[in-house]
Each structure stands twice: as structure tokens, then as C-alpha cells.
């Protein structure tokens, strides 16, 4: 049975970490496709994107070494591995606050950001203000993986690791160490057959002479 559940959430916390995957690798052709519209828009002269193009691309890559780490620590379930995944997805969990709470909290939270030259920031915010719901949910959803993602990780390092996997049969299990043979000392017995001839010499030539 332990094992059963044990299966069931690993398997559960790897879909559950694939949504972070998924928006990690929306993130980065995102920046990728930015990137080559400031190449065209720069005339292949100068390549050095704004701080946003940066950013996103970061963001990406972070959340896509979570997600491999996560599927590394729902594999294994190693109690290390899943610590680190936990402490991860949780500062990224806080980051992410941090900047809703600014944003909704702070009207002039533009000015905390640095200008973008390409205006490609200001195209995003637009088509969010356009499409709340939608990018809402989608928000929701993200947050709501990595909440999940957190407790499953943790109902996981509480079960710990699967020990019977590793004998799978009897044959598998190291047999107890047996006594040192140098401690034990074998007395060997031996039995002379009375009917064996006897071939020494010096018993042979003492019946010769009294045969004479």
C-alpha cells in the first residue's frame, strides 16, 4: 500500500511540475522571438537586447532547472533533493508575490522598472490589460502548480524513500557474515585400515632375517 502511494505521488508531482516546464519554455521563445525583432529593428548592427528581453529569458531558464530538479527529486525521492526543490520553487513563490503585490499595491510601479527602448514591454502590458481574464487564469493556474508542487513534495520526503525496491527478490539480500574461519579450528581424524600391507623398510628386512 505504501508503496502504491508512494507511486502515485511522484507521478502526480511530475505532471504537477510539467505546467512549471511549460510556462518556463513560453518564457524562453518568448525572448527568443523578442530577441530577433530587435535584431531586425537594429539592422544586425547592434545585438543587445533591453533589461526585459533579459529578464524573461532568465525567468525561463530558472524555471526550467526547477523543473528538471523537480523531476530529478519526484524520481528519486531523496529527502535532499526534494528539500532543495521546496526551498526553490518557494523563493520563486515569494518573488512572484513580491511583484504582484507591487504592481496592485503601488500605482506608480512602472517607475520601479528601467525604460524599454524596444516598446515591447508596453505591447505586453497592453495585451494583458486586453486579456485579463485569460492571462488571469493562466497566473492562477501556475501559482496553483508550484502550491501543489511544494505539498506533494513534502507529503513525499515525508514517506521517504522506497527501501524495498532494492531487494526485489531473496537472492538479492546480503546473507549475515559468517565467523572467520581463522577462529575455528578443524580437528581432522584419521583411521589406519588393518589390512593395508606394510611397506617400511626397516620392518621388512627385520622379517627377512627371521625367516632365515
Not at 45 to 65: A, D, E, K
Not at 158 to 177: C, E, N, T
Request: aromatic share 12%; charged share 15%; with cysteine.
Amino acid at each position: 500500500m505504501g508503496r502504491m502511494l508512494r507511486s502515485c505521488l511522484q507521478s502526480v508531482l511530475k505532471l504537477v511540475n510539467s505546467v512549471i516546464g511549460m510556462a518556463g519554455m513560453g518564457m524562453i521563445l518568448y525572448s527568443l522571438w523578442m530577441m530577433r525583432v530587435w535584431y531586425k529593428q537594429s539592422g544586425g548592427l547592434v545585438f543587445s537586447p533591453p533589461w526585459f528581453v533579459y529578464t524573461f529569458l532568465g525567468l525561463g531558464i530558472f524555471l526550467c532547472l526547477i523543473t528538471c530538479s523537480g523531476h530529478i527529486a519526484a524520481e528519486t525521492a531523496n529527502g535532499h533533493c526534494l528539500s532543495c526543490y521546496m526551498v526553490f520553487v518557494f523563493l520563486l513563490v515569494m518573488l512572484e508575490a513580491a511583484v504582484t503585490a507591487d504592481i496592485f499595491l503601488n500605482r506608480n510601479w512602472e517607475e520601479d522598472f528601467p525604460e524599454d527602448p524596444t516598446g515591447k514591454f508596453d505591447e505586453l502590458k497592453n495585451f494583458v490589460r486586453s486579456n485579463f481574464e485569460m492571462c488571469k487564469w493562466i497566473g492562477l493556474l501556475v501559482v496553483a502548480a508550484q502550491a501543489l508542487s511544494i505539498f506533494l513534495a513534502m507529503v513525499l520526503r515525508a514517506l521517504g524513500p522506497d527501501s524495498g525496491s532494492y531487494y526485489d527478490s531473496d537472492d538479492d539480500i546480503v546473507p549475515a557474515r559468517l565467523p572467520l574461519l581463522r577462529n575455528q579450528v578443524h580437528h581432522t581424524s584419521y583411521t589406519v585400515d588393518p589390512n593395508l600391507p606394510n611397506n617400511d623398510p626397516w620392518k621388512v628386512r627385520n622379517r627377512e632375517k627371521v625367516s632365515r
